[in-house]
C-alpha cells in the first residue's frame, strides 16, 4: 500500500525541519542496523488513543514509510475507567494497582481490545499494515489472586508471535493482557509489560508518548536531556520532582538498567516523536544511562592525543599542526568517553567556544545535549562559529541568543545584548585564523 497524503504531508513536513538531508540518514543508519524488532518499544497511554489517534497513526505509518518497524504496547486506562463507571463496577487500587474482579477484568478485555482495534485501524488509513496482538504474546502469572484479583505479572514474552509479524512487514500493536496457565486472561500493569518488553527485545529507543511531551521542570518548561550518570541523584534530591514524576524516573531508571548502554527513553508527544528521533534538537525528553562529563581547568590533565582525534573525528577534518599545543583553554568539558566535549578559551574581552565536538554515534545519545547544558551552565555568556553550510547549525540556532553571517562563518552568541559590543567581537571571530587544514 502506498503512504496516504497525510502520512506524506509528514514527511515533507519532517525534511523541511532538516538544516540538510545528513541528519536525517545518520539517524536512520544507525536505527537501520539492528534488527526491527530491536528498533523500538513504544508505549501509548489511553488518553492518547482517546484525544491523540489521528496524530499518533500518522507518526507509527511514518516510522514504517522509512523502513522502521516498532513494537507498539498501548494502554486503556481512562477508557477502562468510564467503562466501569457505566457498567456499576467499582473498583479500587492497592500500591498503584488496579484490583481487578472477574467483571472488571470484561471490562478491560473489552477496552483494550476495542482500543486497540481503532488504532490498528487508524495506521491502516494511512497505507501501513498494522496487526493486532491482543493476547498470547506477554505471557504472566497471577500476582497475587487473592490482593488483586485477574492481575498478572509478566513471566515472558513470546517474542516468535512479535518477530512473525515484523517478518510479515506489518507493526505489531500489543495491549495489556497477559495469559496466565491454562489461558486465563489477566490484566497487566502497562509499566510492568512494558518492562517485560524492554528485558526480552533489549531495544535501541524506549519511547512514551504522553500529552504533555516531556518531563517538566519547576518552571513547567520541557527538561530537554536527563543523563542519569550525573543527573539522578541530583534531581531525585529536588523538591519539585515529586509523585508522578518521581515515579515515572524511578521506573525510567529500572528501564534503562535492563537495557543495553546504548538504548535510551524519549518521551514526546505523537506529533513530535519525528522530530525527537530524527533531530539532533530534538522533541521531548531525551535519557540515556549517559557518561559522566568531567570538567577540566588543567590543560595538563587531558589526554591530548583522544581529545584531538575526538575533534578530527567528529569535524571530519584535521587540525592544523600545532594547534592542540598553541591554544589554551579556561576549561574544558569531556564525557568520560570522549566521545563528547566543549573547549572553552578565554579571549580577554569574552569567552570563545572554540570547539564543540561531538562523535556522531554519540549525536543520537543526548550527549551532546548534556554536554552543552553541563557547560553552558558555568558560562552563560559566551561566542562561536561554525561553517554556514554545517549540518548542526539548526541544534546552534535553538540554543543561541543571535547570530550573523561573517564570510564562510555563521557566528553566534549566547547571552549578550549589547549590539556595538556584539558587532566588535563578531568581527574579531571572523577574522581568526582557521583550525583546520581545510578551512
Known amino acids: 500500500m502506498a503512504p496516504t497524503s497525510s502520512t506524506r504531508q509528514t514527511i515533507v513536513q519532517l525534511l523541511s525541519n532538516m538544516s540538510d538531508g545528513k541528519e536525517i540518514r545518520s539517524y536512520l543508519q544507525r536505527f537501520s542496523e539492528v ?6 518499544v513504544i508505549k501509548i497511554g489511553g488518553a492518547i488513543l482517546r484525544e491523540q489517534l489521528e496524530e499518533t497513526a500518522g507518526a507509527l505509518a511514518f516510522l514504517h514509510t522509512v523502513g522502521l518497524t516498532p513494537i507498539v504496547l498501548h494502554g486503556g486506562g481512562p477508557q477502562l475507567d468510564e467503562t466501569l463507571a457505566e457498567r456499576g463496577i467499582k473498583t479500587e487500587k492497592i500500591d498503584g494497582l488496579r484490583v481487578t474482579p472477574a467483571g472488571a477484568l470484561d471490562a478491560a ?31 504472566a502469572d497471577y500476582l497475587d489472586r487473592d490482593k488483586y484479583g485477574y492481575v498478572g505479572a509478566p513471566t515472558g514474552v513470546r517474542l516468535g508471535l512479535i518477530q512473525s509479524i515484523v517478518n510479515s512487514g506489518a507493526i505489531p500493536i500489543l495491549t495489556c493482557l497477559g495469559l496466565a496457565p491454562g489461558g486465563q486472561l489477566v490484566n497487566v500493569n502497562a509499566d510492568s509489560a512494558t518492562r517485560a518488553l524492554v528485558h526480552a527485545l533489549q531495544p535501541m529507543k524506549i519511547i512514551f508518548l504522553a500529552g504533555v511531551g516531556g518531563l517538566l521542570d519547576t518552571a513547567g518548561d520541557v527538561i530537554h536531556s536527563i543523563n542519569l550518570a550525573s543527573d539522578y541523584e ?41 522530530r525527537e528521533l530524527f533531530t539532533h534538537g530534538g522533541s521531548g525528553t531525551l535519557i540515556r544511562k549517559g557518561e559522566v562529563i568531567i570538567k577540566y581547568e588543567d590543560k595538563a590533565e587531558i589526554d591530548g592525543d583522544r581529545a584531538v582525534a575526538l575533534i578530527e573525528n567528529a569535524f571530519d577534518q584535521q587540525l592544523v599542526e600545532d594547534w592542540w ?11 568520560d568517553s570522549y566521545r563528547a566535549s566543549a573547549f572553552l578559551s578565554d579571549m580577554g574581552n569574552f569567552t570563545y567556544l572554540d570547539k564543540f565536538a561531538v562523535l556522531e554515534d554519540a549525536r543520537g545519545e543526548g550527549l551532546a545535549r548534556t554536554v552543552w547544558r553541563r557547560f553552558t551552565a558555568d558560562h552563560p555568556s559566551f561566542f562561536w562559529r561554525s561553517r554556514t553550510a554545517n549540518g548542526f547549525n539548526a541544534f546552534y540556532g535553538g540554543e543561541a541568543d543571535g ?9 553566534f552568541w549566547k547571552g549578550e545584548t549589547d549590539f556595538a559590543r556584539i558587532a566588535k567581537i563578531v568581527d574579531q571571530i571572523a577574522a581568526m585564523p582557521p583550525s583546520f587544514t581545510g578551512d
Open 109 to 139: 478485555r473489552d477496552v483494550f481490545i476495542g482500543e486497540n482495534l481503532r488504532l490498528v485501524d487508524a495506521i491502516r488509513k494511512q497505507g501501513v499494515a498494522a496487526h493486532s496482538l491482543t493476547t498470547g504474546a506477554i505471557e
Open 325 to 335: 599545543q598553541n591554544t589554551d583553554f579556561t576549561a574544558t568539558y569531556i564525557s
Open 234 to 274: 541530583e534531581l531525585m534530591a529536588q523538591g519539585w520532582v515529586k509523585d508522578g514524576m518521581r515515579l515515572k524516573l524511578g521506573e525510567i531508571k529500572r528501564l534503562l538498567d535492563d537495557a543495553p548502554l546504548s538504548s535510551s527513553v524519549s518521551i514526546t508527544t505523537p506529533s513530535g516523536l519525528v
Open 35 to 40: 534488527d526491527q524488532s530491536r528498533f523500538a
Open 403 to 411: 547570530s550573523v553571517k561573517q564570510g564562510p562563518w555563521t557566528i
